[in-house]
């Protein structure tokens, strides 16, 4: 290989190791529960530990060495994978099987179309909302279909703005498009997902995401949440009165650390409660006190807004954003899901 590709290779793989260094420094230790679910930050020093070694094997042109035939593997291989050492032809035929599904689904995700619209579901009623901070951003949400025909709920959020961060969530968004049909649970496509970005060269940061299967009859929600900001259910309690659960993550954010796992957690809707799903253009937004608007704003207006529907609880909660920022420009992406279901 060229040392220009080992050059590019170093960069990306620094600015990688540098943005998830300076997020563990820096970033609140609530914040860091967040993004890490159900695991430490040794995991994430760990998944630091593998970017290092992986940069100075660029750096001394290494990386990529077959440890076979000590030749280079293929440059568009390793661009999937910088773990990768071994070349094709030096693969075990289980290695080559799984190979050729992963350049099968390659293939159809460079087919897959990205417009999406929301669904219609008989007793339920869905609202969105997304804007970039920028010309382009990294939020993403969609709404695809399980293997068992079941609504898939999907947000994410790319750390990172401008135009890497919307290149890399489109590629998202194409891949889960094929994911999802083929899978049977949201711990499924994160597991696909993660195989697919962890060691992505072009994943600088890491990726927040939250996948819900829902069932239209039951009410019953299947969750997985990949370090992302908790939805909020708002739920009936009685007598006028309204209660908030946050569905807190179950796995830590795509490539954030190197052996992630995913769970899957269970709630239920009944009539007249929802689901509001986030990004952090909302939490984040800032005044110009330097104050943000904050989890608790902003479990304060959906219960004071419980009985609206998702359009009307979309449109009110941008505007009391817009109140409480006044005229500073928005600090990041922001997309608003809400799901409801219907009363009798």
């Known amino acids: 290989m060229e040392k220009q590709l080992f050059d590019r290779f170093a960069n990306s793989l620094k600015e990688q190791h540098r943005n998830v260094l300076a997020w563990l420094r820096s970033a609140p230790q609530e914040k860091k529960a967040l993004r890490l679910g159900s695991q430490t930050e040794k995991a994430a020093q760990e998944h630091l530990k593998v970017l290092e070694g992986a940069i100075q094997k660029a750096e001394a042109e290494e990386l990529g060495r077959c ?29 080559r099987s799984r190979l050729e599904a992963e350049l099968e689904l390659s293939q159809k995700v460079q087919k897959a179309l990205l417009p999406q619209s929301l669904p219609s579901l008989p007793g339920w009623e869905l609202g969105a909302f997304s804007q970039p901070a920028s010309i382009v951003g990294g939020d993403y949400f969609d709404f695809l279909r399980f293997r068992d025909g079941a609504p898939a709920l999907i947000i994410a959020d790319v750390m990172g703005k ?31 997902a993660n195989q697919l970005f962890h060691h992505n060269i072009h994943l600088t940061k890491f990726v927040s995401i939250v996948i819900a299967h829902v069932d239209t009859e039951t009410g019953v929600i299947l969750y997985a949440n990949a370090g992302h900001n908790p939805p909020f259910v708002v739920r009936k309690k009685g007598s006028g009165a309204h209660e908030i659960l946050p569905l807190r993550p179950t796995g830590a954010a795509i490539g954030l650390v190197e052996d992630a796992r995913f769970s899957i957690e269970t709630i239920h809707l009944g009539r ?45 909660l941008r505007s009391d954003v817009k109140q409480f920022v006044v005229d500073q ?7 608003i899901l809400v799901c409801k279901r219907s009363r009798p």
């Open 67 to 95: 440890t076979v035939c000590h030749d280079y593997v293929e440059p568009h291989w390793l661009e999937t994978n910088y773990t990768n050492c071994v070349c094709l032809e030096h693969l075990t035929g289980e290695e």
């Open 162 to 192: 401008g135009m890497p961060a919307s290149m890399l969530m489109a590629s998202l968004q194409a891949s889960l498009k094929i994911i999802v049909p083929e899978s049977d649970s949201p711990g499924q496509v994160l597991d696909r």
């Open 272 to 316: 007249g409660d929802m689901v509001v799903f986030y990004t952090d253009g909302v939490v984040e937004a800032v005044n110009s006190m330097k104050e943000e608007y904050g989890e608790e704003r902003l479990r304060n207006f959906l219960l004071s807004h419980a009985e609206g529907s998702p359009a009307e609880t979309i449109r009110e």
């Open 329 to 335: 420009p928005p600090s990041d992406d922001t997309t």
